[in-house]
């Protein structure tokens, strides 16, 4: 078996694969003040629970945009499970071609995301991720990374919303039976929703304006994925696995066994 995790800023996505077969994901909190021994106390709990054993691993990945815990999940893995992860960075082969202006500013979960769908659907792609910031992902018809766009996350938005105002309470991120609300919740759901829906409406659609000669093909992925792609007409396949089945490719390319 090998571990992949995706550190992002909001949570840690944990994945355990087996000879290409997912046996199982997770996420837990992004948690700057655990130790190495809480994170790994956590994930021994949740293999066992899962009928997994910890003696069971041969390797593992690591994708970060959080380098303050690269240490400590590094550590983790060396002492609960025995292996010595891949950290995802510079020297690590990943076979995309990046037009861009400086590559090393591209955050490892944008690049894990591109290889995994080039390898998966082809291009031309766009790519969106849904997760702390709402990421646009081009990649062009030879198969050649050449820029995006970041745009705020939907929970990052509410937060905001909710932490600058005296009176809005938090709600939870879901469809509102209609635009216009008829309470405080159903107001805010509308506005978070309808909202980031128009905003990818209008991305998607200038990109697809500027680069013409392209047959886009439109990827989702990250937690608020589905719950925008089933308000817009733009998003043709969500895929939620899409960054952990990326990590696991990567794994077998840089892995001695490869």
């Known amino acids: 078996m090998i571990i992949c995790l995706d550190v992002g800023n909001t949570n840690i996505k944990f994945a355990i694969f087996e000879d290409d077969i997912l046996k199982l994901s997770f996420r837990v909190a992004t948690d700057l003040k655990k130790t190495s021994d809480e994170y790994g106390g956590q994930l021994l709990t949740i293999l066992a629970n899962n009928g997994l054993n910890s003696a069971g691993f041969k390797g593992g990945i690591i994708s ?3 380098p303050q815990l690269d240490y400590t999940l590094e550590k983790m893995c060396a002492v609960y499970l025995k292996v010595k992860p891949i950290m995802l960075g510079p020297g690590i082969k990943t076979g995309l071609n990046m037009r861009v202006d ?3 500013e591209v955050g490892a979960d944008r690049v894990v995301n591109n290889v995994a769908a080039v390898r998966k659907y082809g291009y031309p792609l766009i790519i969106i991720d849904f997760g702390t910031a709402t990421t646009f992902n081009v990649i062009d ?3 050649r990374f050449i820029g995006g766009v970041i745009a705020p996350g939907i929970k990052g938005s509410l937060d905001s919303l909710v932490n600058g105002t005296a009176k809005l309470p938090r709600v939870e991120i879901e469809r509102p039976k209609t635009a216009v609300g008829t309470n405080t919740v159903t ?3 509308s506005g978070i929703v309808f909202g980031f829906a128009g905003l990818v409406e209008y991305i998607v659609k200038k990109i697809k304006r500027e680069y013409s000669d392209f047959e886009f093909k439109v990827i989702a992925t990250g937690g608020f994925s589905e719950v925008i792609a089933n308000e ?7 895929d939620k696995l899409l960054t952990l089945e990326g990590l696991n490719y990567l794994y077998k390319i840089n892995s001695a066994e490869a």
């Open 232 to 238: 817009v007409s733009c998003i043709d396949v969500v």
């Open 187 to 189: 107001n805010m759901q």
């Open 102 to 104: 400086d590559a090393k």
């Open 64 to 66: 970060s945009v959080v």
């Open 141 to 143: 018809d030879k198969s």
